[in-house]
């Protein structure tokens, strides 16, 4: 101990020896502000180039002349005025009912899947838990084309079955993100609910799921944004044109031979908005989801 | 009494109470299987079944519209060998294979300088392009697609960025500017998760070595990467499998053109299957995907299980 301590003090006089005679700190502070200027300039200059990207939407978006050049804009809220009636309007509700539906249909299921891999002895629990990492790694939307030809036998064409498939394709992520929450929850408060003779069900509705609230949150806030941004799945699961989300006439409009710059910019800047919300509230939800895990046994 | 009750447990019910509670099996609640069944029937019927299907639909005749769409028939390997020798099919492999290997090297690179010089930045600079950064990742694919073609073509940003107003980046190096714009629409997700790493490393291991007089690249080589590297390929698989299935991106930006040239596999899947009507070729082009799919996935799982 003591040996390596004067062996790191022996290093610190040798590189203090090594100095020019100079006023050593003044020529600290000086290296720090040049590093400090070329950290800050490096990271300004990504900056700049992830937001340029980006500057097209935000100013055709209020731009009544816009084009797909970037320019500056001649100030106008029209396009927001005009993208939100009629089909377009109706495009929006679609995704609201696709992302809300399939969100339940995996958070429900997940939850119940997530609390059984997370407490019980199950046969094969082993290989059931690599099961669930690997398909939430592998996207499942690559079996859109199967699935085309089952639903198509079947007449399930439509938005329900396809909020069905998209529920899947969120499932296994969702599962495995709300096992680790439900792993960190104390089991103490399971076992005296037991004590009471509660049932599997109420255990879960009372303890289990108040408990690892904000991870089970932070799961469907992914599965939403995974049904709402979906674009292949809905282009190809969905027939009829009044079904069909937002992203599809984002595309249609983009296909048509006089396309209106600005409504498109706008119209997209609107879908983007509740993705942006519920990123800031899973970002805040995480952060006490790690408090709580301590905080429920104290 | 006390000889009566051991005969008693020995020949009466009592022992098959008994058995019923031995401590030296396992004990499964059959409730476990109802809690399990909706997730595994939704992963069965959605995942498992029609991955069998592709399969078999990969070896026959099916098509979209036609005859064949209603009897389609086993034509056994004979996509296969349309498969060998099909020049698209070869191009979009090598393709896929550039803009997978592309967004890996861009997302890891930029996730890791982003987040290692963001936590010595001012807090001001931390949330402004940490910000940025995150909105690039939360983009939904349709929109990110749409504002980087509304950039890269005539009179966009870049163009007008760099001094060549007029220049169509988008149509001068089609591929280079979709894996730029798939490195962007990663890299936030790369810099929250190699952030999270960076600042699990105990200051101490840095303190020490900063005493003995390391370099940069030393400490860099010898400390940060080691300690990084689970996490490191965790983010090069997950943003390889994003790649892979990058449908949207490119579907709006390019649809794959101009002349197959950003013609990945899941557009040229699509392509085949419901432009060109070949239903069945079109899954067997998905099944490729499927397997290089699996192949990640399997270094996923394992890196993933490790840590648990």
Known sequence: MTQHESASIGSVATVIDDEPIRPPENRQTQRTFVRRLTLHTILGGIGILFLAPMLWLFLASIDSHASWGIEWPHFSLINFRHVLTGSLLHSLWNSVVLAFISTTIASVAGVFAAYALSRRRIPFKGPLILFIIFSSGVPLAIMVIPVYEIFSKFGFLSILPTAVFLSVTSLPFEVYLMKNFIDAVPTDLEEAARMERASTFQVLRRVVIPLALPGIAAAAIFGFVNAWGSFVVPLILISPTNQQPAPIAIYTFLTLPKAQFGNIAAYSLLFCVPVFILYAVSARLFREGFVLGGGVKG | MVSTAVV??????????????????????????????????????????????????????????????VHSSFTGTANLIRLKGDTTFWSSLWVTGIFIVGSIIGVVVLGYTLASLLMRATAWMRVVVGGIVVISWMMPAVTAGMTWYASTTGNGTFGTLFGHPNANLLDAQPLLVVTLASIWSMTGFSMLVMGAALRNIPSEAIEAAIVENASTWQRFRMIVLPLLRPTMTAIVLLTGLLALANFSLIYIMTQGGPGNSTNILPLYSYQQAFTFNNLAYGALIGNVMVVIATVFGVFYVRITARRI
Do not use: C
Request: aromatic share 12%; glycine share 8%; hydrophobic share 45%.
């Open chain 2, 8 to 69: 008693d447990t020995v020949t009466g019910p009592p022992l098959q109470e008994l058995w019923k509670t031995r401590h030296d099996k396992t004990r499964y609640q059959w409730s476990s299987l109802g809690l399990l069944t909706p997730t595994f029937a939704l992963l069965i019927f959605l995942f498992l079944v029609p991955m069998g299907i592709a399969i078999y639909l990969g070896l026959t005749n099916l098509t979209l519209i036609g005859p064949t769409a």
